[in-house]
T-cell receptor
Framework: KAGVTQTPRYLIKTRGQQVTLSCSPI?????VSWYQQTPGQGLQFLFE???????NKGNFPGRFSGRQFSNSRSEMNVSTLELGDSALYLC??????????????FGPGTRLTVL | KNQVEQSPQSLIILEGKNCTLQ??????????LRWYKQDTGRGPVSLTI?????NTKSNGRYTATLDADTKQSSLHITASQLSDSASYIC??????????????FGKGTKLSVIP
């Protein structure tokens, strides 16, 4: 079956703009998690959505937000972009939410560059 | 100080040799500990998931161990192959209160397998 897909794969924005990233999970998966990966900080957890509700949240400012639709597709929005937001944004899907030992499947990521 | 520390930061081994990667964590209580493999430019791939009550889990040539008393985990790779060259990331799912969880990532160990 199809894996996790993320669009777009690459994005260039300027400071102050906002951006929306999209993630389509594996069919039947109800949990979608978002992560930021940078060379300096490594992988960091942003938030998790399960059945259209935000279940878990990392330590990121309110400029980072997300939502999940009834078909489990998820979007992540970053407002008022800063240079430090340049990163690889990964999403992962799983059958159930994070506190259960359910395998996560990652997408290829969206490479965001903020100029 | 990072709550999940991995060592070594990088490792070079000869093809066919075994190696062991370490993960020490300070977070508690946690619900599970995961090991991921991430090839350059790609999303992570799940290798093993262990709850706090498990002390070993295998996935082919990969074997993870967990000592919840000393808060240490290791990932042992047997008979390494060139395709094992990647970053290996240890992740702890931490209960953050009020029924929510978040994932805390180590910075990873970069493994290079040479012929």
């Amino acid at each position: 079956k199809a894996g996790v897909t993320q669009t777009p794969r690459y994005l260039i924005k300027t400071r102050g703009q906002q951006v929306t990233l999209s993630c389509s999970p594996i069919s039947g998966h109800r949990s979608v998690s978002w992560y930021q990966q940078t060379p300096g900080q490594g992988l960091q957890f942003l938030f998790e959505y399960f059945s259209e509700t935000q279940r878990n949240k990392g330590n990121f400012p309110g400029r980072f937000s997300g939502r999940q639709f009834s078909n489990s597709r998820s979007e992540m929005n970053v407002s008022t972009l800063e240079l430090g937001d340049s990163a690889l944004y990964l999403c992962a899907s799983s059958l159930v939410n994070l506190e259960h030992s359910s395998e996560q499947f990652f997408g290829p990521g969206t490479r965001l560059t903020v100029l | 100080k990072n709550q999940v520390e991995q060592s070594p930061q990088s490792l070079i081994i000869l093809e066919g040799k075994n190696c062991t990667l370490q993960c020490n964590y300070t977070v508690s209580p946690f619900s599970n500990l995961r090991w991921y493999k991430q090839d350059t430019g790609r999303g992570p791939v799940s290798l093993t998931i262990m709850t706090f009550s498990e002390n070993t889990k295998s996935n082919g040539r990969y074997t993870a161990t967990l000592d919840a008393d000393t808060k240490q985990s290791s990932l042992h790779i047997t008979a390494s192959q060139l395709s094992d060259s990647a970053s290996y990331i240890c992740v702890v799912s931490l209960y953050s209160g009020a029924g929510s969880y978040q994932l805390t990532f180590g910075k990873g160990t970069k493994l290079s397998v040479i012929p």
